[in-house]
């Protein structure tokens, strides 16, 4: 499990491709890398992959096809940055919302927006996801935790960004058109699929 606060950004330092595997390392910092072992769980731009190897301070990993179809790990290339985040361990502090990893798909930035401090960014997004895209609710982008803000039912979101996000992610770096790794609020599509299920057995009745 996550928090979705990523520590930072880092760089890729090795990639190697097949044709169903992908093999890359990201070389961390100290604060990361102390305790890790091989076979712990990472979140790299919030996509949970396995530590397969640690080689001084470049931490190695696989993904398979089905993780490269689905995110955006297969676009990595040498002297990339990427968001990485720890899993959550007992007494740590939750400052976002709990996330698996589980990448449903990625989003694309329509456009992006400064005012004053702030930035926005409007995600485009499958229309089916939207009933899970609520207003205030969570959602993760690129594995950064962050809070839903205008909606568009017809597949688009905006999320605003505050200095330090900006400072600890690539996302004020993204530009339009890039894509980004999302993962929908597992207990909203809990609650929705629940309620839609319970609505169509009472018409079926």
């Known amino acids: 499990m996550y928090t979705g606060i990523t520590?930072?950004?880092?760089?890729?330092?090795?990639v190697e491709r097949s044709r169903d595997l992908l093999?890359?390392?990201?070389?961390?910092?100290?604060?990361?890398?102390a305790g890790?072992?091989?076979?712990?769980?990472?979140a790299i731009d919030g996509v949970c992959q396995t530590v397969a190897a640690i080689d001084g301070r470049v931490v190695r990993f696989d993904a398979i096809r089905e993780t490269?179809?689905?995110?955006?790990?297969?676009?990595?290339?040498?002297?990339?940055?990427?968001s990485v985040e720890r899993s959550?361990?007992?007494?740590?502090?939750?400052?976002?919302h709990e996330l698996a990893g589980h990448v449903i798909g990625t989003g694309s930035i329509a456009s992006a927006r400064h005012e004053g401090d702030l930035h926005s960014l409007r995600i485009a997004v499958p229309t089916a996801w939207m009933k899970y895209v609520l207003?205030?609710?969570?959602?993760?982008?690129?594995?950064?935790?962050?809070?839903?803000?205008?909606?568009?039912?017809?597949?688009?979101?905006?999320?605003?960004?505050?200095?330090?996000?900006?400072?600890?992610?690539?996302?004020?770096?993204?530009?339009?058109?890039?894509?980004?790794?999302?993962?929908?609020?597992?207990?909203?599509?809990?609650?929705?699929?629940?309620?839609?299920r319970v609505l169509a057995s009472r018409r079926e009745g």
Do not use: C, W
């Open 36 to 42: 890790l072992e091989r076979g712990a769980s990472v």
């Open 135 to 196: 207003p205030k609710g969570f959602i993760a982008v690129d594995g950064s935790s962050l809070t839903v803000g205008d909606t568009d039912p017809a597949g688009a979101f905006e999320v605003h960004l505050v200095p330090e996000t900006l400072r600890l992610t690539n996302l004020g770096r993204k530009p339009q058109g890039a894509r980004v790794n999302i993962e929908l609020d597992a207990r909203t599509v809990a609650i929705v699929d629940t309620v839609e």
């Open 88 to 96: 959550y361990r007992i007494g740590d502090e939750l400052g976002g």
């Open 68 to 82: 490269l179809d689905r995110t955006t790990l297969g676009e990595l290339a040498v002297g990339m940055r990427v």
């Open 23 to 33: 093999r890359y390392g990201v070389e961390l910092g100290d604060e990361l890398l």
């Open 7 to 14: 520590r930072g950004t880092f760089p890729v330092a090795h």
